[in-house]
């Protein structure tokens, strides 16, 4: 490990794999580092990806790929179940990822591509150079260094702590922290290539439960619920387990993972002197599906991208930087964010015999594709009342 780097990334999930891979590319000094003492363990994450959005940065190598999804369907509250067919499924969920081997894969393409990669190694503390963030103190496999750098990109994920310690406002309010809780189960009869969503309070109070398969009789099966209705006896685990109960008695989970996904806007800003944030740590999680794999690699590319710039220019300051900022809000992932969040507090406030007769009337309607944007025209179109409650947001769509 040198002293000093043009680019400290810290965090070796997706986002902070594709920024190093991207500053290394661009024939920049870079350092990633990862606390955990492996990339990619353990899962937290339902794994799943569209199939356009993953071929923005790779093919679909089958050492990384679970399974290939051809169908989806949405369970209503009242058990109707409305599903969608391949055609018009496949590009939302396209694959279930096999993201031990994924994370894994995107760190190496970034050592390959000339990055400095260390494991087991924790930021701890912002180097500050009067105003500027110049890099970061570490506890490498339990030694203390300090590492400098012209700009650090924060990677490091849900629970970031860097951004907050270089004193930007990073807090989650309670009930847009969707809490969640997975299951690896095997042995359970499952259609391999079909996601399942459940909708409603019984099963996920303002959120929902999933089962993605990982193979011809294993699936991962997990439940998101706002974290203002988690309690003790209702946590995120006790619906999974409720549900498991029911659905698969004879299951056997063969992994368990706790979690928090953030579903709130992103931060207010994601730059300053010397720094930018990146992935689930910038809160640009989809706010409807909480899918973040795709936006982590988005922005992850982009930080570098522009850090490159601005190293080249020898001015890494916070309105240099800036760019990045207006970059990602301007882009399609970054209106997504802002469209699927109105839609999220729409849909969260509905009731359990509203969300059956939407799912009702859909099933009748020949939707062309299962993307978030059609399904919310389609229920619009067949409810010209919630057309009222939706407001401006429904007159966009149109
Ligand atoms: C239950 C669950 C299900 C999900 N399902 C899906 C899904 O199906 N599809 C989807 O697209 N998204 C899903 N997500 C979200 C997805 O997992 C994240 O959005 C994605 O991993 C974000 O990538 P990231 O690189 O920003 O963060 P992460 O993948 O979390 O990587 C951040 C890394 O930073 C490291 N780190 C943290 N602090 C430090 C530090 N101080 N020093 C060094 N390293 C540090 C962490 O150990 C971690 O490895 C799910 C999330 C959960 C919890």
Known sequence: MKNKYDVLVIGGGPAGALAAKTAAEKGLSV???EKRPAIGAPVRCAEGIGREALAEFTDPDPRFISAEMTGAAIVAPDGFTMRLESAMAGNKVGYILDRKVFDRELVWRAADA???VFVKTRATAPIRDGKKIAGAHLEFCGEKRTVKADVVIAA???ESKFSKWCGIDTTVPVREIMSSAQYVLTDIDID?????FYLGNEVAPEGYLWIFPKGKRAANVGVGISGRKSGKGHRAKDYLDRFVKRQFPDGKAIECIVGGVSVCEPLQETVADGLLIAG???RVVDPLTGGGIYNGMFTGRLAAEVA???IGNGNCSKNALMPYDAAW?????GRTIARNYQIKEFLIKLSDEKLNDIIHSLAKVNLKEFSTLS???EITKANPKLMLELGALAASLR
């Open 280 to 282: 689930d740590a910038a």
């Open 329 to 333: 809000r301007a882009s399609k992932m």
């Open 192 to 196: 391999p290539q079909a996601t399942i």
């Open 31 to 33: 350092c990633l580092v």
């Open 156 to 158: 490091d994920g849900v």
């Open 375 to 377: 399904l919310i025209k």
């Open 308 to 310: 490159a710039k601005c």
């Open 114 to 116: 000339g990055a400095d």
